[in-house]
């Protein structure tokens, strides 16, 4: 049973480029989230998304980011515009549905350097 | 807003010297308190849920104790493998299902 996946593992943008970042959640897992862990960080909340909705993206930054996890296909963090400070570790973590407390199983990250 | 402190922020370990990892925690209704474990340049991996406090689990060398303020994560008999940081999250109740991180205590074991 394949885990959380997400590619790519490193991402290299220069200032001003567009970043997007994909995450295929466990099998039989419909709800994703993504968080972000800067350097000398903890791991930071940014949206929680299920299948065509985005149920909360408190933790997201204003402008510039945006997340979806369509009906097919893999969630995508998108970072337009990238500025030296997004350069993060960005994880996926995905569970199973419904709404009991379940836990979230993350996957490799992707790790982004802004030049 | 849901606090998480963990401490010590490291901590360097003999060969089956016994310790624990504390975490403490400010939520607003805990659905429930996790730890994970994460290596260098990998993803959290999950170890334990806890739900309710005196509940413990338990996982080869790794012991999880909850009350209603901390979590426990105690070590017995570390071996080198057992190096890693360890982190702590809580999950708040009602609509809220995003994990609240610790900054995490780095554990190295030396053999």
């Known amino acids: 049973n394949a885990g959380v996946m997400q590619n790519p593992r490193h991402l290299v943008r220069r200032r001003g480029q567009e970043a997007r970042l994909r995450c295929s959640p466990m099998?039989?897992?419909?709800?994703v989230y993504w968080y972000r862990q800067l350097p000398e960080e903890g791991l930071k909340f940014m949206v929680y998304l299920q299948k065509e909705n985005i149920i909360d993206e408190s933790g997201m930054p204003k402008e510039r980011f945006s997340a979806e996890f369509p009906k097919e296909g893999p969630s995508i963090l998108r970072i337009q515009q990238v500025v030296r400070g997004d350069s993060a570790a960005y994880f996926c973590?995905?569970?199973?549905?419904?709404?009991?407390?379940?836990?979230?199983?993350f996957g490799p990250g992707t790790r982004l350097t802004v030049t | 807003e849901d606090q998480v402190t963990q401490s010590p922020e490291a901590l360097r370990l003999q060969e089956g010297e016994s310790s624990s990892l504390n975490c403490s925690y400010t939520v607003s209704g805990l659905r429930g308190l996790f730890w994970y474990r994460q290596d260098p340049g990998k993803g959290p991996e999950f170890l334990f849920t806890l739900y309710s406090a005196g509940e413990e689990k338990e996982k080869e060398r790794l012991k999880a104790t909850l009350t209603k303020k901390e979590s426990f994560l105690h070590i017995t008999a570390p071996k080198p493998e057992d190096s890693a940081t360890y982190l702590c999250a809580v999950q708040a109740g009602g609509n809220d299902y995003k994990l609240s991180f610790g900054a995490g205590t780095t554990v190295t074991v030396r053999a």
């Open positions: 099998k039989g897992h419909s709800h």
């Open positions: 973590a995905s569970s199973p549905p419904g709404t009991g407390l379940y836990e979230q199983y």
